[in-house]
């Protein structure tokens, strides 16, 4: 299951960014979600 969702994507029609975090934060969110490391998904 791990495996799939890493290949996965989500595609939002309507802009849903947390305002407590900057872009890069919103964007890294499922990332930190899905257990990866920042560096490794900044990498």
């Not at 890493?6 to 499922?30: A, C, M, T, W, Y």
Request: charged fraction near 30%; charge should be neutral.
């Amino acid at each position: 299951m791990i495996q799939r969702c890493l290949r996965s994507g989500l595609v939002f029609q309507d802009h849903k960014l947390l305002f407590d975090r900057n872009v890069i934060e919103n964007v890294l969110l499922p990332l930190d979600i899905a257990g990866l490391e920042r560096r490794e998904a900044l990498s």
